[in-house]
């Protein structure tokens, strides 16, 4: 699970985040205040629209899984462990996150020699590990982006998921998910540390994805009814899934390897004792139809996926896909398929002219091993037939 590097993909924002931005930094005039001073209250408006309006004209990248080149100089960098645990903690959130780390015993350690991502979970090894030549706000992101993965592996059991038998559609859809959730927690996080600590003139170097979320939902900390889920789900989760095109080729292709691997298993099953050992075969076909079987049902991983996409790391609180206006379509098609500034829906069919065909072959794989369990339970019909008939023979040549 890592955060990948980002690459330039165009010098403009969206139009769909610019117009999310801007409607949401105006409606801040519409919306009843909380009690504050004037001065107070025209002072920190000024600043958020300065910020929104900055965020707006700024560079918009998406993730490319390429090695990205050391920064010449960086900006706060902080140098120890220690130093970055103890400027992350410096609010509420922060020291939760933290709490968290340590009760499940993850390491966090800095690692140069990254050559595809910023900073990483490793499940395997219970540790995150960041690179040590970033700036301060961009290692304090990448590590709670990567906290956030701990999460999902530790309480959603995310690598178990992943482990079964999944169709293309829910295996490409599950990736997304992982991903846009990080990122959207990240941004939040941020937001938060920016809005507590006075942070506003802040360099976020590679960051500029969450640059963005960031402005947009701390604007909404501000307005009288703060942030709620569903501005959460549109400014932070939804942006999140629309930057993840750089993506695209990773997750397709685990998608396609995963399909054709166990495409490979079904039409090698019959091998045994060059196809005639029935009942050895027969177990290959059951323990391959128990694989097939184990994939999540659609309401299994419709339930599975709403436990993403909220600010909590309590598994059982609510989240912002609990609301009923996301549908199982939304879900399961559009999210996955969300490129922002994408409104000929060019990304969305890419995606679909790789994945409809998996699905096809997907499928085809399930009644070749019905075709293949019923031919097997002929055969093994059959050759019991001619061993009884031979048994029969025997006996009454011995009477």
């Known amino acids: 699970m890592t955060l990948d590097a980002p690459q330039p993909q165009s ?14 930094v105006l409606a801040q005039q519409q919306k009843a205040k909380k009690p504050r001073g004037f001065f107070s209250r025209v002072s920190r408006h000024a600043i958020l629209l300065v910020l929104a309006l900055t965020a707006l004209n700024g560079p918009v990248r998406s993730d490319q ?3 990205p080149p050391a920064p010449a100089a960086t900006v706060q960098q902080v140098q120890t462990i220690a130093e970055l645990e103890s400027d992350f903690g410096r609010t509420p959130l922060g020291r939760q996150l933290l709490d968290y780390v340590h009760a499940k015993g993850i390491t966090i350690m800095y690692e140069a020699n990254q050559p595809t991502s910023y900073a990483a979970f490793q499940p395997d ?5 960041v ?17 956030r993965h701990s999460w999902q592996q530790h309480e959603l059991h995310y690598g178990s998921m992943e482990a079964r038998q999944l169709s293309p559609e829910q295996r490409f859809t599950l990736r997304r998910f992982l991903e846009a959730d990080a990122r959207a927690f990240s941004a939040y996080f941020t937001a938060d540390r920016h809005e507590r600590l006075g942070l506003s003139d802040v360099q976020f170097g590679t960051a500029q994805a969450e640059r963005q979320m960031v402005t947009m939902l701390r604007a909404e900390f501000n307005s009288a009814n703060g942030l709620t889920p569903a501005e959460y789900r549109v400014l932070g989760l939804e942006n999140s899934f629309g930057f993840l095109s750089g993506y695209n080729t990773r997750h397709l292709s685990m998608a396609t390897e995963r399909t054709e691997s166990f ?4 039409e090698a099953a019959d091998d045994a004792n060059g196809g005639r050992d029935y009942l050895r075969i027969r177990e290959n076909l059951l323990r391959l139809t128990r694989e097939r079987n184990n994939a ?3 309401h299994e991983f419709e339930v599975y996926l709403r436990h993403f996409g909220g600010t909590s790391f309590n598994v059982k609180a609510p989240t912002s896909l609990h609301d009923p206006a996301v549908t199982l379509q939304t879900l399961t098609y559009t999210y996955p398929r969300r490129v922002n500034n994408d409104p000929a829906g060019i990304g969305a069919k890419a995606i679909n002219d790789t994945l409809t065909p998996l699905t096809a072959q997907y499928n085809a794989q399930s009644r070749r091993i019905n075709e293949m369990r019923a031919q097997n339970d002929a055969n093994i019909a059959q050759q019991r037939y001619h061993q009884n008939r031979a048994m029969r023979q025997l006996a009454q040549r011995n009477f």
């Not at 403009?12 to 117009?19: E, L, N, Q, V």
């Not at 495409?263 to 079904?266: K, M, P, Y």
């Open 11 to 24: 010098d403009a924002t969206p139009p769909d985040a610019k117009a999310t931005a801007m409607r949401h």
């Open 65 to 67: 899984p390429a090695p």
């Open 125 to 129: 090894l219970n540790r995150i590990i």
């Open 131 to 147: 690179r040590p030549d970033l700036s301060r706000e961009e290692q304090a992101i990448y590590l709670a982006h990567e906290i």
């Open 263 to 266: 495409g490979r298993r079904v």
């Open 296 to 298: 999540p049902s659609a």
